[in-house]
């Protein structure tokens, strides 16, 4: 079993920036790999990236360029920098750690880019 906290979300304003943080209960080592989607109002879930335990990432083509993922094992976190943030940008934004056969996922932080 496995708890993920997400935390960071809020109001920024178009062009600013957001760092996200996702923490698990336990060793991240452990997870084939993490990462965050997010869900827009009246949208379904979409995946806005992934960090392997390799280090390696992939990104949703929509922020690419703009969002950075990245891991502190000692603290048993994921972050997630968001630059250049746009309208489109805001959902409700949802870390999850995948291993052989279980998913788990966090309660989900909002961020809303608004003027």
């Known amino acids: 079993q496995a708890h993920l906290v997400e935390s960071g979300g809020g109001l920024v304003q178009p062009g600013g920036s957001l760092r996200l943080s996702c923490n698990a209960s336990?060793?991240?080592?452990?997870?084939?790999?993490m990462g965050w989607y997010r869900q827009a109002p009246g949208k379904e879930r979409e995946m806005a990236g992934d960090?392997?335990?390799?280090?390696?990432?992939t990104y949703a083509d929509s922020v690419k360029g703009r969002f950075t993922i990245s891991r502190d094992n000692a603290k048993n976190t994921v972050y997630l920098q968001m630059n250049g943030l746009k309208p489109d940008d805001t959902a409700v934004y949802y870390c999850?750690?995948?291993?052989?056969?279980?998913?788990?996922w966090g309660q989900g932080t909002q961020v809303t880019v608004s003027s």
């Open positions: 999850y750690a995948r291993e052989i056969r279980e998913v788990y």
């Open positions: 336990r060793s991240i080592f452990s997870f084939l790999v």
């Open positions: 960090i392997y335990t390799d280090g390696s990432t």
